[in-house]
């Protein structure tokens, strides 16, 4: 529909990064999603952290499955490559993408119903295979495309719009994550762009499966008293275990920081997670304290956000299974078919 188009023009003084492209390049079609959606904030922050990092958007392959969550893609990125899979199931199609061209940054946008329930199994071994991908849960605890219904993320005791109380208890995606392999484990809201950003930058220059399960309010029906999912709750008990800043090597980004122990974490291509310590005993790379620290708040009512957990050794499928540095979409027919001699060798290897 024509309403939904943005005028290509761009006001001339708009700042521009170092590819030099604005802020505007990196959007896409105008969100249908309700006001206030926490989902529009995510994509606000995706957008972000892609035009700082200066990556042009034709390298970004963008893939989700079902929901309001996997409609968010067509707002982001427009000039990058996409594909919208079925229910539940991004994480294969992304798996077979990311083996025939290496070269693209893969971004899979799902939602708690799309990983938490009819997609479980595919979160669970595209994170335990390493996949080399930023993973995004937009986590609303409701089904909001089919108004309103508990997701499995739903913390028990919580009560719906129309005051159902949750009987069933919650799949933390963040302890799955942990306890399935993913390098890089991170938590926020979607109401903190000031802490969302940075992580998306970490996790994109991360090599390996990095996931980011974003509490993300569903305006519509899960933003009330009694939601535990909503903006005041998350607010209210939000505990960020650290101050996050993000330092690409070509050139450190500053910033302010109040007085507090600052820690250095290098990632795999030698860019750094700058953190602040709220929890002076906190450490990231501890995957078994991080594990126990979740659980402590849980109990105790808190929504941990932050860095939660980050190999900074970490490698991923390609090398696991020792592939060609060549996408092979790009592969020549010499390159795939090496005679009859090759072929007798490997016959012969195989008796």
């Not at 067509?74 to 992304?94: A, C, D, E, I, Q």
């Not at 970490?202 to 509490?215: K, L, P, S």
């Not at 020792?322 to 592969?331: G, I």
């Amino acid at each position: 529909m024509t309403y939904l188009a943005k005028p290509k023009i761009h006001h001339p003084a708009l700042p521009r990064n170092a590819l030099g492209f604005t802020r505007r390049d990196y959007e896409g079609a105008i969100s249908t999603l309700c006001a206030g959606c926490g989902h529009d904030s995510i994509s606000a922050a995706i957008i972000q952290a892609f035009y700082e990092l200066d990556i042009p958007p034709h390298r970004v392959a963008k893939l989700s499955g079902i929901g309001c969550s996997s409609k968010t893609p067509t707002y982001f990125l427009g000039n990058s490559h996409g594909f919208n899979s079925v229910h539940g199931r991004m994480p294969s199609v992304l798996t077979g993408a990311a083996l025939a061209n290496r070269d693209l940054i893969y971004l899979g946008v799902s939602g708690d119903g799309d990983s938490a329930s009819i997609g479980l199994g595919q979160f669970a071994h595209v994170l335990r295979r390493g996949v080399n991908m930023v993973y995004i849960v937009e986590n609303n605890g409701v089904y909001g495309l089919t108004k309103g219904q508990f997701s499995a993320t739903a913390d028990k005791g919580s009560k719906s719009k129309r005051g159902a109380m949750n009987k069933d208890e919650p799949i933390d995606l963040v302890l799955l994550a942990l306890a399935l392999g993913a390098t890089f484990v991170a938590r926020a809201f979607s109401g903190d762009k000031s802490q969302l950003v940075p992580l998306l930058k970490a996790a994109i220059a991360h090599r390996g499966a990095a996931f980011i399960d974003v509490v993300s309010p569903c305006v519509a029906f899960n933003n009330h008293p009694g939601s535990t999912k909503s903006y005041d709750y998350v607010r209210e008990h939000n505990e960020a275990v650290n101050r996050l800043d993000f330092m690409p090597v070509r050139a450190p980004i500053t910033a302010d920081y109040r007085e507090g122990e600052v820690r250095d974490v290098v990632l795999h291509d030698g860019g750094t997670v700058r953190l602040r310590k709220v929890d002076a005993d906190y450490d990231p790379s501890d995957k078994v304290a991080a594990m126990g620290y979740l659980e402590s708040r849980r109990a105790a009512g808190e929504v941990v956000t932050g860095l939660l957990y980050v190999d900074t050794t970490s490698d991923d499928m390609h090398a696991a299974l020792r592939t060609v540095q060549v996408p092979l979409n790009a592969l020549k027919d010499v390159d795939l078919v090496p005679g009859s001699a090759a072929l007798a060798g490997i016959n012969a290897s195989l008796r």
